[in-house]
């Protein structure tokens, strides 16, 4: 949050100095029509999603929110679940840890075109880059033993539809349009005993919303300040426990099979918070 805070102070103080001189050198009609090529960069930070966990299907017939059971009959993951990857096999109600989901910077290309009428602003911008953000969740078992499911985004692309209101050369705007993106999911676990195989994994359509300020300080040259909420559905990513017939994973006699068991998260959607600055070079 202190690193979004200070880009957005920056940001601001650049179009307080940038709009003086901006008036006095702008004279076109429609100062915001034509192409433009650009960069955006700023700080991604997720909400907080505490509450999720993983979901167990024993019985493999794709339905989770099964129980898994020890041999006596107990629950195996009573020690509970955290917001986060383990840093122990112990739980944080049994006195381990959890790192927290990580926050981090972003940077993408973007290219669009703007048309101008009067004092509104229509126009299309298409955008590719990456943010290094992750977001993980673990389940801990009695053994004790920890199982972590880890995501992150490789890249993100979008084409986003953009629109509004220009007083002079600032532009006002919002922003919206559909995303594809590549999560990178993966998952690992303290037990040596089962064996686990994940599956599921590919690109992901989504959604992109926001809006900002831009600031012509030249005739062709513009910066700007910029928010954007991005989310993606991510509920296709299993793995599956094997491994020796009896282990709580693997134990047709209590309800489950011998085939393993899946895995999934709770939490089907990736979602996250964007602060950008803006440069844009238009033709």
Known sequence: MRHMLTAALA???????AAPAAAQEMTEDRPF???YIGAAGGYDVQPNDVGSGIAFDRNLDGRFGDT????????????GFCNGAARTQLSPANGGSCRNDKDGWAYYGRVGMDTQRGNIVV????EFGKTEISDNVTAFSSTPASYVMYRNIDWEASVRARAGYAAGTTLFYGTFGPGY???DRSFASTNTTNSFTGSGKRNQFGFLGGGGIEQKITRN???????MYHQYQDDDYRVRAGGPAGTPFTNAANGG????TDFRRTDDKFRWHSIRATAALRF
């Open 11 to 17: 940001g601001t103080t650049l179009l307080a100095f």
């Open 33 to 35: 029509s034509g192409l």
């Open 68 to 79: 898994v059971l020890t041999g006596t009959g107990a629950n195996a993951f009573a020690p």
């Open 123 to 126: 126009g299309v911008v298409g």
């Open 181 to 183: 993106t590549r999560i």
């Open 221 to 227: 040259i513009s910066v700007g300040m910029e928010y």
């Open 257 to 260: 099979t011998t085939n393993g």
